[in-house]
């Protein structure tokens, strides 16, 4: 009997104390021209008996793969992930709001990458450029960018010789020190 494919997919799930969790995903896909994956999550969980116990994530993202011939295709990711925390632990968490004892973080990250593959020649070459940033709720920022080449020269059986250049460019700045 054949397997039957699935495009989309949802995941609930829950827990002790007060914890749940979605997910849900959706494929595209076009035989040899285009693969495309979108999909989103959140989760929470906290607790009644602490003041401030919990969290939240919040994420959302598309990758996919478009095949330009039989030997080029491109690469692609883009997303955004935000998370929420309590710092519940706090010595004067009775006497602080909930906005001093919280920390919210987003990160923003998107990345394109081109991949050639010579199957005569056994020849592959890859270049790349990923962009990330993070920034939270106590001014504190994030920037990373990369860019990088792989190459593939020679590839006989079990071995191969590959060859990695990459520059990562991070910058980091925190305005309250």
């Known amino acids: 009997m054949p397997s039957q494919k699935y495009n989309t997919y949802v995941s609930l799930a829950g827990g002790f104390p007060r914890r749940y969790d979605v997910s849900a995903g959706h494929a595209i896909q076009k035989e040899g021209v285009l693969e495309l994956?979108?999909?989103?999550n959140l989760s929470q969980a906290e607790s009644k008996n602490i003041q401030?116990?919990?969290?939240?994530?919040?994420?959302?993202g598309a990758s996919g793969r478009y095949f330009i011939d039989s030997e080029w295709?491109?690469?692609?990711?883009a997303g955004i992930d935000r998370g929420i925390r309590y710092l519940y632990g706090h010595p004067n968490a009775d006497s602080l709001n909930a906005a001093a004892l919280r920390r919210q973080v987003t990160i923003y990250?998107?990345?394109?990458?081109?991949?050639?593959?010579?199957?005569?020649?056994?020849?592959?070459?890859?270049?790349?450029?990923?962009?990330?940033?993070?920034?939270?709720?106590?001014?504190?920022s994030e920037r990373n960018v990369r860019m990088d080449g792989e190459f593939t020269p020679l590839k006989t059986?079990?071995?191969?010789?590959?060859?990695?250049?990459?520059?990562?460019f991070t910058t980091l700045?925190?305005?309250l020190t």
Do not use: C, P, W
């Open 37 to 40: 994956m979108l999909k989103g």
């Open 157 to 168: 059986g079990e071995h191969q010789l590959d060859i990695l250049v990459a520059l990562d």
């Open 109 to 140: 990250d998107i990345g394109l990458r081109g991949n050639f593959m010579d199957d005569q020649s056994n020849k592959e070459l890859s270049i790349g450029f990923d962009f990330s940033q993070l920034q939270d709720s106590y001014a504190t």
């Open 173 to 175: 700045t925190d305005t």
């Open 52 to 60: 401030y116990q919990g969290y939240r994530n919040q994420n959302l």
């Open 73 to 77: 295709d491109l690469n692609f990711h």
